[in-house]
């Protein structure tokens, strides 16, 4: 039972256009949510995080929206860089049930 | 800078055999984790720790054991390791912000680079 979901196993995106990366989560408790980016070879690192409370939250090119009537989630960067191409994670935190629950990666590509 | 160390990159077991996965912080965080990733299914806890000799099962523990003897040093074991649990293993570690609960779990996580596991 996959409660966060990235339907996107993979997008494309020319360099300098904007990247839009989405999560769904099934689970209204959800109240704390974060991205994570991963290199080959590498362990995932934080990029950025939003409360429940808010609905957007911006850090330079990385803005993440949250519609919790939805139960979606975005990730945009804009402009898009060849650095950028990595997997993305989405994750959703329960904070009352101590649960933090990966969705299953988008893979973005960059090109020139 | 937080530095997360897994001690294999690669590692190929057979069946059966015991497995033992190390993973080292510099950070002095309280908290560990110990993650596996399979490909469409994410990233899925198997267990963390908030302290030295305390452990918490995740969401998928069945076949694994942890050790935290030491704070910087958190053990996955494979009992009898099976072909099923061929996947990449990563480690993770966080602090609490100051005068924040022991395992606030929106805390930033700090990875290694993993251990891609083969189980023949």
């Known amino acids: 039972d996959q409660q966060v979901k990235q339907n996107s196993p993979s997008l494309s995106v020319q360099e300098g256009r904007i990247s839009i990366l989405n999560c769904d989560y099934t689970?209204?408790?959800?109240?704390?949510f974060l991205w994570y980016k991963k290199y080959p070879a590498e362990g995932p690192t934080f990029l950025i995080s939003?409360?429940?409370?808010?609905d957007k939250n911006e850090d330079g090119r990385f803005t993440v929206f949250l519609n919790k009537s939805a139960k979606h989630l975005s990730l945009h960067i804009v402009p898009s860089q060849p650095g950028d191409s990595a997997v993305y994670f989405c994750?959703?935190?329960?904070?009352?049930?101590?649960?933090?629950?990966f969705g299953t990666g988008t893979r973005l590509q960059v090109t020139l | 800078d937080v530095k997360v160390t897994q001690s294999s990159r690669y590692l190929v077991k057979r069946t059966g055999e015991k497995v033992f996965l190390e993973c080292v912080q510099d950070m002095d965080h309280e908290n560990m984790f110990w993650y596996r990733q399979d490909p469409g299914l994410g990233l899925r806890l198997i267990y963390f720790?908030?302290?030295?000799?305390?452990?918490e099962k995740g969401d998928i523990p069945e076949g694994y054991s942890v050790s935290r003897e030491k704070k910087e040093r958190f053990s996955l074991i494979l009992e009898s390791a099976s072909t099923n649990q061929t996947s990449m293993y990563l480690c993770?570690?966080?602090?609490?912000?100051?005068?924040?609960?022991?395992?606030?779990?929106?805390?930033?996580?700090?990875f290694g680079p993993g251990t891609r596991l083969t189980v023949l």
């Open positions: 689970n209204s408790m959800f109240d704390y």
């Open positions: 720790s908030y302290d030295v000799k305390m452990k």
């Open positions: 993770a570690s966080s602090s609490p912000a100051t005068g924040g609960p022991s395992t606030s779990w929106t805390d930033t996580q700090y």
């Open positions: 939003i409360s429940s409370i808010k």
């Open positions: 994750a959703a935190i329960h904070s009352a049930a101590s649960k933090l629950t």
